[in-house]
Structures are given as structure tokens and as C-alpha cells.
Antibody, heavy 119, light 108 residues
């Protein structure tokens, strides 16, 4: 059973860069789409972007210029960087894996990590 | 860009049937994926594709699509089904993915 664990700073200052890592255990990152999703407190889910293990990736047009998603097969990790953050980026950030070959079908999720943007 | 529209809240009496809908132009082309989320927990996949359930999801959950509307039906709702439900699909341009706004299901 694959397990995903998000990690990173819980507090980021406005205008700085949010950096999160998703560490995958119990399976390889190769052969799957890996997706970042966020959820502001009390609100709905927002798709941030995904990376296919080969390096091809897509991101939400509303965030596109600020988002970088990358993968490290040697560490079995997926990373998210979001630049120039504001309070609107405060959210629980989840990483998720497609287990069925479709980039919208996430059968495995991390527990999520809360990131607060505040000075 | 495309959107997926869900009713913000729906209620159902215990043991009755409830349908949660998701409307969007992209659903004419792509299937919706459905997730259940309980407070303080990560979402859980409940329906994908035409009408497929991951192992461990009760068969009272089913999915369907008609035109631009996808539906998640719970036949014989249980107290533990009270949760937020989100639909998810591709944008028509296929450049990105989109979530519906979510439906809060209350089981009375």
C-alpha cells in the first residue's frame, strides 16, 4: 500500500516562496501522475497541478506562473514550489497519486499539511 | 475555461436515496471522478470512470452521467455518509483539471 507524506514549513511570510515535499513510500513514483491539491480553511478543493513521472507537467492557469512541480526518482519525492505567496495561499496542501492511469483519479492521498501565510 | 457546478448542500433522511449532481460542459466529453471528504480528513475516492468503485467503497454508491450533468447516487444513505462530496474532471481544453465547489451532505 503506497503512502504519501507531505512536509514543509507551516508558516511562510508574504511574498516568499512556499516549498513542500511529498515523500512516497511503499511504491515508486515512476509510472504515475502526482498531483498537488489545496484547500483553504473552510473552503473547497483546488487543483494546483500535476507531474507525470517522465517530467511532463501541467498547472492551474490561475497559478501557472507561480507554480513549479518536480520529481526526484532517487529520493522518491515530489516537490511543490509556489512563489510570491499571499494570505490567499493559506491552505491545507495535499499530494495525491493517480493509481489508475488517469490524471483525475486519485486513489492515494497524503494526510495534508497546513501552510499559513502570515508575517 | 470550464467550471463544475454543484449544489452547496443537500440533505437526505436515513435510509433514503440521494443524488448529488455536478454540471459542466466538460462532462459531455470526460467522466467525473467523485471524492468524499469528512471533517479533518483527506478526501477519499468513491466513484471513477463510467461507474466504478474502488475496493472498500460500499455498493450503495453509484455514478452516472447524462449530457453535461454527472450524478453521484447514494442508495440507502447511512449516517457515516454525511460528508462533503466533490466532483472532479478535466477542463474542456485538457490543459488542466477542475473541481466542483463541493456539496455538503447531511443525513437526517
Amino acid at each position: 500500500q503506497v503512502q504519501l507524506q507531505e512536509s514543509g514549513p507551516g508558516l511562510v511570510k508574504p511574498s516568499e516562496t512556499l516549498s513542500l515535499t511529498c515523500t512516497v513510500s511503499g511504491g515508486s513514483i515512476s509510472g504515475y501522475y502526482w498531483t498537488w491539491i489545496r484547500q483553504p480553511p473552510g473552503k473547497g478543493l483546488e487543483w494546483i497541478g500535476h507531474i507525470y513521472y517522465s517530467g511532463i507537467n501541467k498547472s492551474n492557469p490561475s497559478l501557472k506562473s507561480r507554480v513549479t512541480i518536480s520529481g526526484d526518482t532517487s529520493k522518491n519525492q515530489i516537490s511543490l514550489k509556489l512563489t510570491s505567496v499571499t494570505a490567499a495561499d493559506t491552505a491545507v496542501y495535499y499530494c495525491a497519486r493517480d493509481g489508475l492511469g488517469d490524471p483525475t483519479i486519485y486513489d492515494s492521498w497524503g494526510q495534508g499539511t497546513l501552510v499559513t501565510v502570515s508575517s | 475555461s470550464s467550471e463544475l457546478t454543484q449544489d452547496p448542500a443537500v440533505s437526505v433522511a436515513l435510509g433514503q436515496t440521494v443524488r448529488i449532481t455536478c454540471q459542466g460542459d466538460s462532462l459531455r466529453i470526460y467522466f467525473a471522478t467523485w471524492f468524499q471528504q469528512k471533517p479533518g480528513q483527506a478526501p477519499v475516492l468513491v466513484i471513477y470512470g463510467r461507474n466504478n468503485r474502488p475496493s472498500g467503497i460500499p455498493d450503495r454508491f453509484s455514478g452516472s452521467t447524462s449530457g453535461s450533468t454527472a450524478s453521484l447516487t447514494i442508495t440507502g444513505a447511512q449516517a457515516e455518509d454525511e460528508a462533503d462530496y466533490y466532483c472532479h474532471s478535466r477542463d474542456r481544453s485538457e490543459n488542466h483539471m477542475i473541481f466542483g465547489g463541493g456539496t455538503k451532505l447531511t443525513v437526517l
